[in-house]
């Protein structure tokens, strides 16, 4: 009797409550206008803070669905997400945040680059350094340092990751004589960040004058061709323009599919005598001006590297221009009679037009951002706004991204079971990730990063591909279960024994040693990974694990592993177990497939 007069003083209560509240859907998650929950006790967790009250049961806290969303979606957008960003997407939505990060202006990194070296330069010389030791201008380390300076506080997430996905395209590197014009590749580096919204055309334009661009796939001082000499035309970048960075090998539909002959063979975009005649095409490109120096004063064709202007745009010189018909890909002829810049606006505006550049270009960005392995329908979708933004323009990039980053097959949640879903994360992208959403702390609030020791175990840093075929080419298929579904998984290419036991060796640094990051300057210390407010959650590895589970992986870290980690932070119980076990935690989940595996 006892119990049913409880019962009716609860109803009693409770159907006002619902009779007032102005929902006619559900009741839940967030819809509690009005209503009241009670219980006989609310379960206060020990020093995270968080407690179990009765109205949470119907207001909507602790259903994580919104945030795993922003997470998984910055983990395709961002180069990392710390939990604030996440929780300000989550509450913004993924459309608003995609606007506003259009919004924001683009950085200059050659500017940081320059305000680095004198910075690092003045840094030398308070600790001893002569100055006969001190560069005349920046190195590969000074664009390191600015890059990691700026990229550990930065807003523009987006425009980050879309111009480190061009990269991986338009592929210039460190390895080679560039490691010591680290302005040069700055400037570079500023086209595809300051045109990761814009236009293709412009950025296919802009990388054809780049002084960098021009000494890496040498048409810096190509000449036109003298046959008692025996000299011809460089044909490296006619080749890289058009199988890089235009149209590719073969002819694609617009799904990104290649097209077959009569014979079922595949059809070739180009032949070695367009290569040949491509080649005239870049000619007559040398240095744009000079640095100061003790031999010249005006800049002229053949001048090298060592004093030309390395981030200045390389000009034309029409004597060194080869004149005459160009015949090109498809049947078409640049006339005769041109200036060198007017054969070159042809040709680029020829190979832009070119039906293979929206599929070609598109299917990688999806690559890089999203997932290894798109369904020719999500190309030919991406590709179709390539080709026409709406407003009948050809090549903005900001529809593009727009198509890739909503579209259902990036978006939805059935397609994250899908066997054929996901990416391998790429290294760098792990590093980026993890330095961003951690706590970290340097004695002089330097965030300089000269990433040789990550590029030692992985195989991967910023600009530092092997050749300019990047890291990985986008169609490799590790032999095994991928490569007999007929898939590719590009990142594998750079996966290996070497490089994974490189990788965990280099997360056991950032954790348990808490050694995040640090430069080669002389008595600067090391940038520390911080746990400090870390340790409250991990006093229970399970709070702990939900915290990183939405920082993390997304909402995808299984029982399996969730359990793998559980159990072993339960067995740390010293003195210092909190921090120790925050250090485990991190480690074995970065290291593990829920992590390294993006779905």
Known sequence: MKRFLILILFFIHLTPSIQAQK?????????????????????????????????????????????????????????????????????????????????????????????????????????????????????????????????????????????????????????????????SVASYYDILSQNAFGNYKDILMKVTYHPAMGFYLSHFNNPKTIEEDNIHPDENYAREVMQLFSIGLYQLNNDGTRKVDANGEFIPTYTNSDIKEMAKIFTGLGPGALIPNEWVDQPDFGYGIWITDMTVPMKMYEEWHEPGEKHLIDGFTIPAGQTGDEDIEMAIDHLFNHPNVGPFVCKQLIQRLVKSNPTPEYVD?????????????????????????????????????????????????????????????????HYWNISYGFYENTGQVILNSPSVFNFYLPYFQPNGPIAEKGLVAPEFQIHNSQTSIGYMNSVFEWTRYEYLMSDWLTDDPAVSTDFYNYEPMARNPEVFLNYLDIVYTHGMLTDRTRNIIKESCNQLINSSFKRTRAQLALYLLMISPDYTISK
């Open 381 to 445: 979708r991406v590709a179709s706004v390539f080709n026409d933004n709406g407003s009948s323009v050809r090549g903005d990039l900001k529809s593009v991204i727009k198509a890739i980053l909503l579209d259902d097959e990036a978006r939805t949640c059935e397609w994250i079971n899908d066997e054929t879903n996901g990416k391998l994360k790429e290294p760098f992208l792990r590093y980026t990730h993890f330095a961003r959403a951690v706590d970290k702390d340097q004695a002089y609030g």
């Open 23 to 183: 929902y006619n859907d559900y009741i839940g998650a967030g819809h509690n206008r009005d209503i009241k929950v009670f219980s006989s006790s609310d379960k206060h967790e020990k020093e995270t803070g968080y407690t179990a009250k009765a109205e949470n049961t119907i207001n909507g806290k602790g259903l994580d669905a919104k945030l795993m969303e922003a997470s998984r979606f910055l983990s395709q957008a961002s180069i990392g997400a710390d939990y604030k960003t996440i929780e300000e997407t989550a509450k913004i939505g993924i459309n608003q945040w995609l606007e506003n990060q259009f919004s924001i202006p683009p950085e200059n990194y050659l500017q940081n680059v320059l305000d680095i070296f004198e910075i690092t330069n003045q840094w030398e010389l308070d600790h001893g350094a002569d100055s006969t030791d001190i560069p005349e201008w920046p190195y590969w380390s000074h664009f390191m340092y600015a890059w990691w300076e700026y990229n550990m506080f930065n807003d523009d997430l987006l425009r980050q990751r879309v111009a480190l996905a061009l990269s991986e395209i338009l592929v210039v590197s460190f390895n080679s004589d560039l490691a010591g014009f680290g302005h």
